[in-house]
């Protein structure tokens, strides 16, 4: 989801159409600022965690606040007016133990505090899906400005005030960390009974998702000093003004502001304003442990698909085989054999978010899975080889074990009054390696590579169409070792390729270049309802 910096305490102020009693818009003219002071906050403004994330529900794995502000923590506030004159708010509410809120996110039913910032004389506390850390030892100077960044990447939250004190703490969260904000609503100094409202000026309270903010707002290289330097405060009380070179002194390291001409986050860095790069296409570079799936004999494939109104599957190919044993307990019957249903591969459903064990198929060394819909119905199938025929490079056929590259291919079908997959049809294959379904026009086809015969790679793959509510075969294409099939299209034209992979058999007796084969890709002619060899494509494996 593309998300910007946004700012909070504008949105709040906006949503609130007139100031809430106890919030002021002034200007400081020592500091040369906008900002809102406040006291006592009757009314804490608020807006719906909505209007920023308008197109996911889940607020951000990694994100940063930051804010600007002049603390007083006995709430004596004295401040310069708009006019170019003075005035003075004197609040006699000397309490230094007090924490004061900047701001909370809320779920609007259960009242939860999903995340919170509260500082204090000695700490500032920021609070995470229930979580609190505290970051102590913190130096807020009275009557004083300053700039606060609060950070969470990956497993870590960074705090960092006035670029000279930076903390990290740990929190536990897995991944994805996926909190749902669906009935969330951003308050402005409000966030539980026992906290009050932040008390000083606030200038700004800027959330940037997709990054960690503290590394763009005190950069290490030391930079030189620029030509003009236009700063435009990111509140909403201000008009774009010219800053000279060395307005931005020592006490404004850190600080941020929008560019609102440019549409950038500006830096306070070593006497300039400094343009911070543009996060566009924020997204995580790292992939992290999230479930262990247990499959019967390992799985050598899987195929993730979804059901209209049932949701997300994923189906895995088990390489482990039937053990089939003869049944001699009546000797006047023939010897029968029974599978002991050791060989099943499994069907997964997405669940309260992982994957749970939905359907076992019985399979014997299945090699892959694919799945199509067609004629409104969601149809799986499962390509089933022996295990002999599992690794070309190295046959082993043993005639005098029950193992046998002769086998079938299973076609599956959803059922949905039962919610399951029912065996539909089955399919003649020798070593199959793979499946691939595709469309042209109206007709379904699947084409099955056939790989090892167990005394050849020599064969003929099969094609086939679905007609009268079946597949019967289309077409056969010479291939050697085939390993996989893929179909594209280029204009109207359409097109098969074959992975070719190994040429052992009485056509290779001398197994000279086994791995030398030749790739072929067939264009489909319409007028002869049949795919010709249109190229071929040497390859080695």
Partial sequence: VDLHPVNLLALAIDASKNISSGIRRIFDVESQVGAFVMTHIENPPSFSANQIFTKCPYFPEEFSFFFTFKYEPDGNIRIGSNGGGSASWDIHDKDDKRVQCIFSLRNNKTGANLISLEIANHFVMFTYNRTRKKFFDVKLMRSQWHSAGVSVSQNNTHLVLDCIDQQKRRIKRTFPALMKITDAVFHLGECSKKTTPFQGLLKELLFLPGTDASSLACPQNRITAGSDNTLVSSGIWNKP??????????????????????????????????????????RLDYFEWYQDIKVDGGAVDVEVFTIPGEGLFAAFASNSQNNHKQNKHNRSQKPKLVADHSGSSAVYKWSNDKLILYQKLPTDAAHSFKSFKMDNQCSATCTLISRAGCSVDRINWNPRRRNSLHTTSVIYRWNRKLRKFEKYQLLKTIGARDITAFSVQDYQFLIISHAFDGRSTLLHSVVYIWHNDKFVKFNSMETMGAVDWEYFTINDDHYLVVANSYNFGPQNFKKINTYNTKSTVYKLNIQKKAFEKFQSIPTYR
């Fill in 241 to 282: 003004q010219r800053l000279e070179d060395g307005s931005c002194t020592w006490k404004d390291m850190g600080n941020v502001a929008y560019d609102l001409q440019k549409n950038l986050l500006k830096v306070c860095v070593n006497g300039i304003w400094k343009d911070t790069p543009k996060t566009r296409n924020c």
